[in-house]
């Protein structure tokens, strides 16, 4: 997921021609699928018209990027959002306020708060549907990509519509616009897909091709989130989801689901450096999540070169502890903790033993690509 990183501009060095690099990081951790975000006019922010963006070369840069990938056995597959659009994109300007849904008072609903955006309506009455699939198929006939990310279109569900002009319901609108994109993209491209972020409703994962588990596996373990799925004990759907532990990727695989992947996963935290940052105080509120990283990072390195860890050290809990700090009252001198400064001591001796032990030190990446190889020998 997310790849490249969020500086595409420098990732592809200045033109979409490029994108086979994103193909070669997708290939250093044993995949093949590249998921390409904000690559439309004029940045991620504007939602709706999906135009290829000029200053990375425009649509035939962007057309002979897709080539490339695909002549070298690889996939590629896009971010759309299916529920939202920004109110001063083409698209908002022309027919959002038509399109949206509404409040009580006849006004556009707001996202989480947020007015920047309108919220659509599929149902009947509404161009939306008919518009974001003219979208996908425009971007798989002219460019050749494989297959649409719906972001936040497996979670959002039993919405209430006020404009008297719309008609069915939003469940039943949102099942037909799956269809109707997964079933147009395929006429073009019998092999392309349609995933969505979330994984609630069975009526959505029965249409689509994969189901992205959400937030919450950030929060807790993913393990946990798969088994509180509603369908959980009843079938298998196409899951994937990812976690910063890799003891948690092997169970993820082991139960029969997929894995996104991130550049994160080419980190390596064992330099001094990062030693010295870990012991120093947390001024920043923000900075536990460059902190817990690197504390998955050596929890990880730990795991796959066979090195016991500590006991009694509960990341989770300590992720959640370090991110609820930021909204300490009064507002506390430092943001790190005793539990934190505790794990970093547990775990600091261990990785120096390591580096100093003699032997090769089996890499997040290196592991990580031998265990998808054997899963992908194994499953097909």
Known sequence: MKFPSEDIQKKLHGSFENMPVL????RRLGCNCVYLISYWEPHYENKG???IRRDLGGDEAFKKGVQKIRKQGGKIILYLEAFIITRTSKIGKSHGLDWCMKDARGQPQKYYGRSRFYLMWPGRGSGWTEHICSVAERLVREFGVDGFHLDSYGIQWDLIDHDPRHKSSFNQGAIELVIKMRSRIQKINPDAVVILEGC???QLLNLCDGGQIESAAWQYSPIRVLNEKP???EVKYKAFTSHYSMEEMDQILAMGYNLSLSPWWFEHHVREKDFATMRKRMNDKDEW???IRILWNWDNLCYINNIPRPKDID????R???EMRRYTRPKPKYYDTDAYRQAVQAYEPLIKKLLRSGTSVKTQQQYLREKLNQWQKTSF
């Open 320 to 322: 959640r502890d370090l």
């Open 200 to 202: 609630e409703r069975t």
């Open 23 to 26: 193909l070669q990081d997708a």
């Open 289 to 291: 999540l460059k902190r």
């Open 231 to 233: 369908w959980a004990k």
């Open 315 to 318: 990341l989770f809990q300590l």
């Open 49 to 51: 018209d999906y135009e």
